[in-house]
T-cell receptor, first 111, second 115 residues
Framework: SQQGEEDPQALSIQEGENATMNCSYKTSINNLQWYRQNSGRGLVHLILIRSNEREKHSGRLRVTLDTSKKSSSLLITASRAADTASYFCATDAGYGQNFVFGPGTRLSVLP | DAMVIQNPRYQVTQFGKPVTLSCSQTLNHNVMYWYQQKSSQAPKLLFHYYDKDFNNEADTPDNFQSRRPNTSFCFLDIRSPGLGDAAMYLC??????????????FGPGTRLTVL
């Protein structure tokens, strides 16, 4: 399988705290993408980071990529109750290879 | 607004009765995907179209078929639904980055119930 694990599987924090989610994978990739999914809804793209990039920011989101360790992390700063959702990483190894989502982290932000 | 639309949002079918789910997009993206997502699990890619080129994932059951008559529309046909096919089915689109896939835009999904 191309994809490894995401951890933690579930994370519960208070509003205002930071949330960090990790993703590991097994093969070389072109890019890695993070998505959010609210319960019973479609996925929303958050950030795409290419294999030659180490860090990307978007608003309160910060994504890092370490290709030597085959891992990525998503940091959400100053979390809000509206950030409550499942967060998935997905790896793209190019056409002809699987595009695979990790098992996801369920984040609960308590008011 | 440009978007990905899935119809119906909820579909109930009987065991063994063929069902078709539809997806349309106004983004003019050349790549379209179908995913199956079961409760509390990650989306699992079933197949994707790169323009009219059909790409089946190795472990997608033969019971699942797809059609893409034009750029805007894509259909998922389940020929003989079993109880294990009850799931959320997600359609997504993306541009081609030339090397690798761009970010995907997802529809709201169709929740399939099999009685």
């Amino acid at each position: 399988s191309q994809q490894g694990e995401e951890d933690p599987q579930a994370l519960s924090i208070q509003e205002g705290e930071n949330a960090t989610m990790n993703c590991s994978y097994k093969t070389s990739i072109n890019n890695l993408q993070w998505y959010r999914q609210n319960s019973g809804r479609g996925l929303v793209h958050l950030i795409l980071i290419r294999s030659n990039e180490r860090e990307k920011h978007s608003g309160r989101l910060r994504v890092t990529l370490d290709t030597s360790k085959k891992s990525s992390s998503l940091l959400i700063t100053a979390s809000r109750a509206a950030d409550t959702a499942s967060y998935f990483c997905a790896t793209d190894a190019g056409y002809g290879q699987n595009f695979v989502f990790g098992p996801g982290t369920r984040l609960s932000v308590l008011p | 607004d440009a978007m990905v639309i899935q119809n119906p949002r909820y579909q109930v079918t009987q065991f063994g009765k063929p069902v078709t789910l539809s997806c349309s997009q106004t983004l003019n993206h050349n790549v379209m995907y179908w995913y199956q997502q079961k409760s509390s699990q990650a989306p699992k890619l079933l197949f994707h179209y790169y323009d009219k080129d059909f790409n089946n994932e190795a472990d997608t059951p033969d019971n699942f078929q797809s059609r893409r008559p034009n750029t805007s529309f894509c259909f998922l046909d389940i020929r003989s639904p079993g109880l294990g096919d009850a799931a959320m089915y997600l359609c997504a689109t993306s541009r081609d980055l030339g090397r690798g896939r761009a970010e995907q835009f997802f529809g709201p999904g169709t929740r399939l119930t099999v009685l």
